[in-house]
């Protein structure tokens, strides 16, 4: 695990240093012991897309990490109109725990409406974004909690990227086209593993409904006086279900959506 990193609008990051060793999909598992200052209360929001085979076990394991981390807490599955049994297995769950909840959205709008269905349904002072492909080890939420009382937003990037080539080589151009068109110089602009606080990230008045989504959440919450510090964290590769963010609709909606974004920013900074 890196160390954490102030984040400042405008700034570039230093250069991301060597990483060894073993995966986290292969590492020890760490003791698993409540953290020493808990925060008050946390919303863990997990936006799915036919994620079937992936979200029992996501739900598990953000309830067994939100108790460790948390003095209150709550489970938001937000179903994206899947086409398979993803909501039917969210229900499942909801209807035998109180702290699971599901938002459903009757058809398939994208990832960022996912996300600010979120963001909207959260009710704990703080929110954990993250992804329900499980590619991401809940743990590593330890070395987040204690930057709390330091900034608003404690954001992830990912130390290696377990993804397919050219998911790799599609995430690198996104940072850098994002990077240019927004003067957004963040590590992982995407990386689905945000620890925000709740009165920070819920007045933005976010619009995206696709993958501009993380881009617009930090431009605004920057623009907004909030605090940001980055940390690494390890990425798995996905072991069941399909990655969407490649299809040629979803980085045209992206790259419509990212224009919009400049051209708004633009108009306020003149």
């Not at 240093?17 to 929001?45: E, F, M, N, W, Y």
């Not at 489970?75 to 699971?100: F, K, L, M, N, Q």
Request: charged fraction near 25%; include cysteine.
């Amino acid at each position: 695990m890196s160390s954490a990193e102030d984040v400042r609008y405008g700034e570039r990051p230093q250069p991301a240093p060597a990483v060894s060793g073993p995966s986290a999909a292969t590492d020890p598992q760490p003791a698993r012991r409540a953290v020493a200052h808990p925060l008050d209360g946390v919303t863990i929001v997990l936006p799915c897309f036919d994620e079937a085979a992936n979200v029992a076990a996501a739900i598990k394991g953000a309830t067994w990490e939100a108790q460790r981390i948390s003095l209150a807490y709550e489970v938001v599955v937000v179903d994206d109109g899947s086409s398979d049994e993803t909501a039917a297995i969210a229900g499942w769950w909801a209807a035998r725990d109180p702290h699971v909840r599901i938002v459903r959205h009757a058809r398939n709008r994208g990832y960022g409406a996912a996300v600010r269905s979120g963001i909207d349904a959260a009710r704990m002072p703080w929110i954990f974004l993250t992804d329900a492909d499980l590619q991401f080890d809940l743990a590593e939420l330890d070395a987040f909690v204690p930057l709390a009382t330091e900034a608003e937003l404690v954001i992830g990037w990912r130390l290696a990227r377990h993804d397919p080539l050219v998911r790799k080589a599609n995430a690198a151009a996104w940072n850098w086209l994002v990077a240019r068109a927004l003067d957004l110089h963040v590590r992982d602009v995407d990386c689905a593993f945000k620890l925000m606080r709740t009165d920070a990230v819920a007045p933005l008045r976010l619009t995206s409904e696709g993958a501009t989504i993380s881009a617009e959440l930090l431009v605004k919450a920057f623009a907004n006086g909030a605090r940001v510090r980055q940390l690494g964290v390890h990425h798995r590769p996905r072991l069941a279900g399909r990655q969407s963010g490649a299809r040629l609709p979803v980085i045209a909606r992206a790259l419509c959506e990212l224009i919009a974004l400049r051209r708004a920013r633009q108009t306020v900074i003149g």
